[in-house]
């Protein structure tokens, strides 16, 4: 059976209330909704899948682009859950961004706490094509990490700092388990995915390399 509740150790990290984390606007969804209009600024995205697997993007659309595509695109093609929070305003959707420890839009929740496994998409700094494989979860974590680099792409085992994903109050290791991981892809990487606002074979290749690890599980 799936349990749905947060663990004692989340449940105490969100009860302290906090300020916004460095460089974030809002401190949670719902200052965000607050003062940001669905639809207009903002869009949210869920639906369940056929499988205990959740692929979600909490900083998609124009925050870090093409996170949401790229969770889709895997989520899709598996029959998994998925969840999106996205920036659709013209121009300046960084101020759209919650930290991943702080994010609580209650949808994407709901479809976190109904999954055992968890992959959290987002989008890192860079100027060379990497992705820093993060998370909770360590067997998917490294089974990621494996099939990215199999694939052609460039994996390190080394993450920089603050891109871990290892608090228990990280949205991806808010499942059932308690363990998640979470995908920081770098601008350049990111930027080899689309041409012209189509997807490149690389795209394709990259969930396809993800969902090889999925499966693997």
């Known amino acids: 059976m799936i349990v749905r509740t947060a663990t004692a150790a989340v449940a105490a990290l969100l009860a302290i209330p906090v300020a916004p984390a460095a460089g974030d606007t809002y401190a949670d969804f719902a200052e965000l909704a607050a003062n940001e209009t669905e639809g207009v600024d903002f869009r949210r995205s869920a639906r369940a899948g056929a499988t ?23 989520a899709r093609s598996g029959g998994h859950a998925f969840a999106a ?29 109904g999954s055992t496994r968890t992959v959290s998409w987002h ?15 360590a067997d998917l974590r490294d089974a990621v990490r494996e ?14 700092d603050g891109l871990e994903g290892e608090s228990p109050a990280n949205i991806t290791n808010r499942n059932a388990r308690g363990e998640g991981v979470q995908l920081e892809i770098t601008s350049a990487q ?27 599980r």
Request: no cysteine; proline share 7%; net charge negative.
């Open 85 to 113: 929070f996205e920036g659709i305003k013209p121009s300046g959707n960084s101020v759209l961004h919650i930290t991943s420890t702080r994010f609580d839009e209650p949808r994407t929740l709901d479809v976190v706490g």
């Open 147 to 160: 099939e990215l680099r199999a694939g052609g792409f460039h994996a390190p085992d080394t993450v920089p």
């Open 123 to 137: 989008g890192a700094a860079g100027d060379r094509p990497a992705t820093y494989v993060g998370g909770r979860d």
């Open 52 to 74: 205990d697997v959740a692929h979600i993007a909490v900083h998609g659309g124009g925050i870090e682009p093409p996170t949401s595509e790229l969770a889709e695109r895997a």
């Open 190 to 216: 990111r930027e080899a995915f689309t041409r012209g606002g189509v997807p490149t074979d690389a795209f394709g290749a990259y969930v396809a390399a993800v969902e090889r690890a999925v499966h693997r």
